[in-house]
């Protein structure tokens, strides 16, 4: 008799991917008919659905395999296929093969982004990412376009800006600078009164123009990363930028270990 202890799929963590992966679509649909902002915030909509379907699988303990691979399956459309034709249906289709050049240069960053991710996780420092994530590079574009929407830009008009910030979305997405994860961040502790009043500030700050905050918070994590190594370590090199990263990076590794001593004293 076969085994059918490990048959089938856990069904609410992956329904949370397909949503997920829904959203991606909807985005790519929705450019190819003109509806960009409705694309846009589509691109939002895979984030929430992304950060849900792995903390839900572990708080249900039905983390899997399959999962894991669907999950990345489900992010290389919605953070990587639909940002960039987003881009390129919104601001990129004057500008010929420049143009499908710098969306491409999006899509297989974001391609490789998440193969490194996923052979990296056994040794990875899970304070920081390496390289831009793909969410967070996705969150930068599809900001831009929904940015554009919102103040009335034709992003034909300045399609060599669209095209520099996709490309370099992609291109730092394969790059070496560090980027806080957060995941250090103790959800389960206490926390003064004050800190709800700031969430709900932030709320309001993002209610009253969610474009333009969103894409402004998503821009400055993106430049955060070049600054957040550059800083780290006592000379700059062509490793901490790009290349074959050297897990040994004793200055940098030196400068994480104290500072998350002093924040654990």
Known sequence: MPDSKHKGIYLL??????????SGFYAVVSAMNGHFEAAAIAIFVAMIF??????????????SDFGAEYDSMADMISFG?????????WGLTDMGKLGWLASFVYVAGAALRLARFNTQLSVADKRFFQGLASPASAALVAGLV????EYDIKGTDYGPIVAFITAAA???????FKYNSFKEVNWHGKVPFVALLVV???FVIVATQPSLVLFIVFALYAIAG???TFRSVDKVELKH????????DEDFRADAEQEHKDKAD
């Open 13 to 22: 963590p992956n329904l949370l991917t397909t949503a997920g992966l829904f």
């Open 50 to 63: 992304d950060g849900l379907d792995g903390r839900v699988a572990r708080m249900t303990n039905t983390q």
């Open 81 to 89: 296929i639909a940002p960039a034709l987003v881009a390129y249906s």
């Open 146 to 149: 929904w940015v554009g929407v």
């Open 170 to 176: 992609g291109l730092l997405m394969v790059s070496n």
């Open 200 to 202: 709900m500030l932030v």
């Open 226 to 228: 070049p600054i957040n």
């Open 241 to 248: 930028v790009v290349g074959d990263a050297d897990d040994d």
